[in-house]
């Protein structure tokens, strides 16, 4: 029994050493979008402040497609060695499961949870030449001639693919779906008018509300936002019930070291409870939301649980 013992501490050495040398080279952050939407925004301003506490640099990644699971599924085939980590969001983690026959990860078993991120409000916008100007109106107009409007939305099995989904599902509309690789290529085409509406992070869209370029009609979560507290909840404007907000995450590949992704949890935590970022999230209608490892495991769980029925009542499918 010694010597098996003795053993089994021989083995579990390197991986213990590995862990008190890390990092030693440049961490890789990818991210499930394209640049310019509000998870880039986040990790953007989280990368150089991590760095100064870990003495080495984050470089951001973006891989869009597929709902996200591109980038998903990369990470998890990553080594599990504290140099790859994957900013999910809310939709990947939790909507996917249902909304894809199947998956090449599993969000539960494929990664080691570090954190929350943040979480973040959907607006529900529309370009400025659009007759609507309230959730009424739109739902009227889609009720009267579905087929006319598309609806614009940051990724296949994002919140706000499925936001737009809850929507037709308590107003009993019918929307044609667009997706796009990300909430910036979103903003883009609302600004340029190419979709007729969308549910959009604030950060995508607020400077382009602010200039009266898109025009919101509300705002998608539980409460109004201090950033815009004239605009009524999609549930104070007609749809009761109507409540979805989106967070995102940090997670290794499963099997990385435990004291690695304690470190990193604590590097995290402290640069999200700094006061100065916080202010910076806010300013960009971001939230910061730092949390332990078994948090985010208990969040990825009970949204998966709360997503799947409304997913497999709507019909939603890949292709929108």
């Known amino acids: ?6 053993l089994l501490a021989g083995l579990a050495l390197p991986a213990v050493a590995r862990a008190q040398d890390w990092p030693s080279r440049p961490i890789r952050v990818v991210l499930p979008f394209a640049a310019g939407g ?33 980038a998903a599924d990369a990470v998890a085939r990553a080594t599990p060695d504290g140099y790859t980590i994957f900013q999910g969001n809310a939709g ?8 894809f026959r199947s998956l090449t990860f599993d969000p539960m078993t494929s990664f080691a949870p570090i954190s929350h991120v943040m979480t973040v409000a959907n607006l529900l916008v529309c370009p400025a030449d659009r007759p ?28 706000g693919h499925l936001a737009t989904v809850l929507f037709d599902h308590l107003a009993g509309t019918k929307t044609l779906h667009v997706p796009y690789r990300g909430g910036g290529p979103l903003a883009t085409d609302l600004l340029a008018g190419h979709v007729d509406y969308g549910f959009a992070t604030t950060p ?5 509300i602010e200039a009266g370029r898109l025009r919101a009609l509300a705002i998608g979560t ?4 201090p950033l815009m ?5 999609v549930a104070e404007a007609g749809l009761e019930g109507y409540s979805v907000s989106n967070w995102d995450s940090w997670l290794f590949p499963a099997g990385t070291p435990e004291p690695v992704v304690q470190r990193m949890t604590a590097a995290l935590t402290q640069v999200l409870k700094a006061p100065e970022l916080q202010a910076e ?5 971001l939230e910061a939301y730092p949390s332990s490892p078994a948090e985010l495991a208990a969040s990825i769980r009970t949204d998966t649980q709360r997503w799947a029925p409304l997913v497999r009542a709507s019909g939603a499918t890949p292709e929108g």
Do not use: K, Y
């Open 92 to 99: 990947v983690m939790t909507v996917n499961p249902t909304l």
């Open 204 to 208: 995508t869209v607020q400077s382009a």
């Open 132 to 159: 609507w100007r309230s959730v009424a109106d739109l739902r009227a107009a889609l009720l009267r001639d579905p087929e006319s409007i598309r609806a614009g939305n940051s990724g296949t099995g994002s919140i």
């Open 229 to 233: 507290p004239h605009l009524p909840t």
């Open 222 to 225: 539980a409460t109004r936002s």
């Open 1 to 6: 029994m010694f010597r098996r013992t003795a």
């Open 38 to 70: 509000s998870s880039d925004v986040a990790a953007r301003m989280l990368a150089p402040r991590i760095s100064a506490l870990l003495g080495q640099q984050l470089v951001i990644e973006n891989r869009g497609g597929a709902g996200g699971n591109i």
């Open 281 to 285: 999230f806010a300013r960009r209608g």
